[in-house]
């Protein structure tokens, strides 16, 4: 049903299989979700995100929910397709008719989303890619006919824009522009809205190559009595070029053809946001006018593009299509978000550093820029920001209005991974001002301001104040009086210091390292004080002084992140972090990897927050979170523990025996799979759809430095690989600081690990002097032949 067919092209073989599959598209101006069967959620940046098409309904603002089931309403890209003669129609993808297709393939590529069906005697090429520069979609259909006798057929394509203001919305066909312009006024209240919309792209434009014969933009009167699955429209010989007039608009085109036998027929479009006539007549000229094909141009430029992001690793193991995955869709993955952080103005601080950590393993210099950008809006005190201002105008918005108590955790984190990949250490001395106070200080002092802030921000016990959320944003009532605490903030502040302490220790700082080294114990041991529960670790206390997430709640008794964390920070000793490990085993572990916490809540509970209120094993309340999931891999591979580290990387991946369960496209890994795996066993594993998650950044980094152990440190390239016992063999090309490195990992009869670089015997685990620009050969030899792979 999917297949990968080389390089990363990922095939599906049927439309009603897995029908929320779907892939993403993604320029720096804008963002769709392309589903397979047609529907399709896009926005575009102005800067604010905003979208251009939208379902029937008014719709509030917020972040992307593709779990959801589409309707026949659905904003989407269709075209039906109808025979003169017989009256026959179908439509492509497959929605809105839903008619059965002899053929169906659909497939994903860096830089396209495409379709091949075989309907009703006719061959049909489907292609989505975007332009390279600016909010556009650009769609060729290629129509066949590979019959031996002609046909008469009518290509309709249907591009619904939907309800997009109370104020005033209409649509019309230009026939100097040969396009549909639907056009609305961004609803406001407001009169300094009136200044703020004025500049926006409120029309949404289906620029047509060629002339069409006929058009129609009023949606219902094209639907008529037959619904989407039939429309009146169709029953015509010829649409009625109608105008809406404060109706619900769609970009609705006929083209009339005679296909002779074994003849195609191409037609191309211009998918767009746009402002007025200028900006519309100057898409025409772009893509469809003067002597260059600038359709092509722009599509190819994109491809370019989209091939050109190489990340660091490129691995060839025993597991093709786990190659293909780490090495063709991860790394896209990965580059998503560090390209455009998950088109905002104001990513949480949280994500901005860990999407930017992953950065570090692409193009090191953006992750370089992104802590500069974050540290420069740090307060004087310390405090780091809910969200990250990227742009003059933006504010911080919906859930950044909330106070989370974890954003200076994440700095330490992210620097280390910068650092272990370029060894800059200069950038510790480069002086930055804050948001609140132009002082300039070093970045070595603003991460110091930042582990103070953190050890400020405790109680009486020494225990870290969660406010309204830590990393769980949803988890807003433990605190918010005040006085609740948070054992996964006590601990992920733990290992901050720790973190911060090895950089204190890695550049002549020892006396900090020191001092940050003693905090991390004391916190550790306040931890082990106050949060240990019989077998685990409880996640806090309230604000009425109780401690949850232990075996005396009904529900919500064992969460995953404080026992990775615990391993993180060094606050389990052996025995606590074999008990943590057994309780995650048996309370938490699923097919699909462990829950972030089970039993899942059922009832909202006062002194959690709405995370409990959160429909039982979806998202926060005990799904298989699957960032959660990459700290506790992270911790594993921490921990040497390699054999279960693999498993469950794997585990987030939709397998050859699940795809259906998980029921998407392994084109990307969703931020969640559905959890409550002993309440509702029968929806355990299904997919959220969401692609932004922080999960990737973590995965990308567990290959390279856990799995293949392939990671920097001061001194060059240490070498640590922590592969499953069944792999014998792998090879690997590693991008190290400007060297390229064609790593051959093996195991042999031997008793520890040797290496050889460019055939010469190296002592120890480290490859010191590397130089940019040059190429090597290392080789690894590991203990334990196996003889399987
Ligand atoms: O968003 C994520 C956040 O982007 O939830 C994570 C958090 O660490 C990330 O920074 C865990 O809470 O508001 C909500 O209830 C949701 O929980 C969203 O905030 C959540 C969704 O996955 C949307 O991206």
């Avoid at 050109?308 to 063709?328: E, K, T, Y």
């Amino acid at each position: 049903m999917i297949e990968f067919t080389g390089n990363g092209r990922c095939v599906l073989h049927s439309p009603t299989a897995m029908p929320q599959a779907s892939g993403f598209l993604w320029n720096p101006q804008m963002l769709i979700q392309m589903n397979c069967r047609g529907y399709a959620v896009a926005q575009f940046m102005q800067p604010e995100p905003a979208k251009y098409t939208s379902g029937p309904m008014l719709e509030a603002k917020t972040f992307m929910q593709p779990e959801q089931p589409y309707y026949a309403h659905n904003p989407g890209r269709f075209f039906y397709v109808k025979d003169e003669h017989s009256g026959t129609v179908f439509s492509a993808p497959y929605e809105p008719v839903r008619a059965p297709v002899e053929q169906y393939r659909f497939f994903h590529e860096a830089h396209r989303i495409g379709w091949k069906i075989q309907a009703d005697g006719l061959e049909l090429e489907l292609e989505l890619t975007l332009a390279n520069d600016r909010a556009a979609e650009l769609w060729t259909i290629t129509l066949t006919n590979p019959a031996d006798s002609p046909r008469s057929l009518s290509l309709y394509p249907y591009f619904p824009v939907g309800y997009r203001s109370w104020m005033n919305q209409s649509g019309y066909f230009d026939p100097e522009h040969q396009a549909m312009i639907c056009k609305a006024v961004t609803p406001y209240q407001k009169v300094q809205d009136y200044f703020a919309n004025r500049h926006l792209k409120d029309w949404t434009c289906l620029l047509a190559e060629t002339s069409p014969q006929a058009w129609e933009a009023r949606q219902q009167h094209f639907e008529g009595e037959g619904g989407l699955h039939g429309p009146g429209g169709l029953q015509q010989q010829q649409l009625d070029k109608g105008e809406a007039l404060y109706e619900l608009p769609a970009a609705i085109l006929q083209y009339r053809l005679k296909l002779a036998a074994g003849q195609s027929q191409r037609f191309r479009f211009v998918f767009a946001p746009v402002r007025d006539d200028q900006e519309l007549a100057g898409l025409r000229k772009h893509f469809f006018g003067g002597q260059e094909d600038g359709f092509r141009r722009s599509a190819d430029a994109y491809r370019v593009a989209m091939q050109q992001q190489q990340g660091c690793i490129r691995l060839n193991g025993p597991q093709p299509d786990f190659d293909q995955f780490v090495n063709h869709w991860l790394g896209r993955q990965l580059y998503y978000h560090g390209d455009v952080n998950r088109l905002t103005t104001d990513p949480q601080t949280r994500n901005y550093l860990q999407d930017n950590m992953g950065m570090a393993y692409l193009q090191p210099l953006r992750c370089r820029e992104a802590l500069i950008t974050a540290l420069s809006q740090q307060k004087r005190s310390g405090e780091m920001p809910d969200g990250i201002l990227l742009h003059p105008e933006a504010e911080l918005k919906y859930i950044n209005q909330v106070p989370h108590a974890d954003h200076c955790v994440w700095l330490p984190i992210c620097l280390q991974a910068y650092l272990d990949e370029t060894d800059d250490y200069a950038l510790l001395d480069q002086k930055l001002s804050f948001a609140d106070s132009e002082e300039p200080m070093s970045v070595a002092n603003h991460l110091q301001l930042a582990m103070e802030w953190l050890l400020k921000a405790r109680d009486h016990r020494g225990l870290s104040l969660i406010h309204q959320g830590d990393w769980c944003d949803p988890m807003n009532m433990v605190g918010y009086q005040g006085k609740g605490v948070s054992a996964w903030l006590t601990l992920a502040s733990a290992y901050a210091f720790r973190l911060w302490a090895d950089i204190c220790l890695a550049s002549d700082r020892a006396e900090q390292a020191r001092h940050w080294q003693n905090q991390a114990t004391e916190l550790n041991k306040a931890a082990n004080q106050w949060f240990w529960a019989d077998n685990w670790y409880a996640r806090g206390i309230t604000d009425q002084g109780r401690l949850f997430g232990t075996a005396q709640d009904r529900e919500g008794q064992i969460y995953l992140n404080p026992q990775s964390w615990a391993m993180l920070s060094g606050a389990a000793d052996s025995s606590r972090l074999q008990s943590v490990q057994a309780a995650i085993e048996e309370k938490l572990m699923t097919p699909f990897g462990p829950m972030m916490l089970a039993p899942a809540y059922t009832a909202m509970v006062e002194d959690v927050g709405r995370l409990t209120q959160k429909f039982p094993g979806t998202a926060e309340n005990g799904s298989v979170y699957n960032h959660a999931v990459m700290f506790y891999i992270h911790a594993l591979y921490q921990q040497g523990l390699a054999e279960q580290a693999f498993e469950l990387l794997k585990k987030m991946l939709p397998s050859e025996t699940d795809w259906q369960q998980r029921g998407q496209f392994p084109v990307f890994i969703p931020n969640y799979y559905r959890g409550a795996w002993h309440q509702y066993p029968q929806r355990a594993g299904r997919s959220s759809q969401l692609f932004n998650t922080g999960t990737v950044s973590w995965y990308y980094r567990c290959v390279t430095e856990g799995l293949l152990g392939l990671r920097g440190c001061r001194q060059g390239l240490r070498v640590n690989p922590q592969l499953p016992a069944h792999w014998s063999q792998v090879r690997a090309i590693r991008h190290f600081r400007g060297a390229r490195i064609n790593v051959e990992i093996q195991r042999q009869a031997t008793e520890k690990q040797q290496l050889y670089l460019d055939g010469v015997h190296v002592s120890g685990d480290c490859i010191c002097g590397l130089q940019s620009g040059t190429e090597y050969q290392l080789k690894v030899i590991l203990p334990g032949a196996t003889g399987h792979d």
